[in-house]
């Protein structure tokens, strides 16, 4: 059963560290999309990748945050320095484009609270 | 800019009842709409995905529609389940002004809080 994985679950941080969150997509899939939920925002899109490119990252605050893929099987976001406002569920999802059925495959996500 | 929004944000209903999940976008060059089910403290599983070509699609006890034109889409629960309870989201997929692009690229809802009870 074919899953995305995300690491680590859970963070609890203070304002100013380093926090990196990890994705492993799904084997085969060549999109990976970086998604932050908030009560507030609801569900936004941070950036994405197609075949480890990135494609379209405007929705994540270039100044502190960065997403890459060091190759195929692994895709890192990372916040540096973190605040406060951070804090949410930061969700990774892959993809194949072009397939028939041109869904997303949502990881659990992780947790993220910046103290 | 694409926007979703969807109605209502939360629902209670007894066990049993049939009902209706709303979804509207403002922009209608979509490529698709998809509905998706969020469990507490999970990620979002994919219910029912509608090409923008189809006007529904059904699974089991669900039934989405699309009507482009109009810029909305609804899911239908019937015979609703406790174990339904879920927040669902709708998504829209923003088509892409090259093949890079083509497709795939989601616009979610706010979604609704759907409460069953038994």
Redesign the interface.
């Known amino acids: 059963d074919a899953r995305?994985t995300q690491t680590p679950r859970h963070k609890v941080t203070e304002m100013g560290q380093e926090v990196t969150m990890r994705c492993q997509p799904i084997l085969g899939h060549n999109?990976v999309?970086w998604y932050r939920q908030t009560m507030m925002q609801?569900?936004e899109?941070l950036a994405?990748f197609?075949n480890r490119a990135p494609?379209?990252d405007s929705g994540m605050p270039k100044d502190r945050f960065s997403a890459e893929m060091p190759d195929a099987t692994l895709a890192t976001l990372k916040i540096q320095p973190s605040e406060p406002r951070d804090s949410a569920v930061y969700?990774c999802?892959s993809?194949l484009?072009?397939s028939a059925?041109?869904?997303?495959?949502?990881?659990?996500?992780t947790?993220l609270t910046v103290l | 800019k694409q926007e979703v929004t969807q109605i209502p944000a939360a629902l209670s209903v007894p066990e049993g009842e049939n009902l209706v999940l709303n979804c509207s976008f403002t922009d209608s060059a979509i490529y698709n709409l998809q509905w998706f089910r969020q469990d507490p403290g999970k990620g979002l599983t994919s219910l029912l995905l509608i090409q923008s070509s189809q006007r529904e699609q059904t699974s089991g006890r669900l039934n989405a529609s699309l009507d482009k034109s109009s810029g909305r889409s609804t899911l239908y629960i019937a015979a609703s389940q406790p174990g339904d309870s879920a927040t669902y989201l709708c998504a829209v997929s923003v088509s892409g002004v090259t093949l890079m692009e083509y497709g795939n690229k989601l616009v979610f809802g706010a979604g609704t809080i759907l409460r069953v009870k038994s």
């Open positions: 995305v999109t999309f609801g569900l899109l994405y197609r494609l379209d969700f999802a993809g484009v072009p059925t041109d869904t997303q495959y949502f990881g659990p996500g947790r």
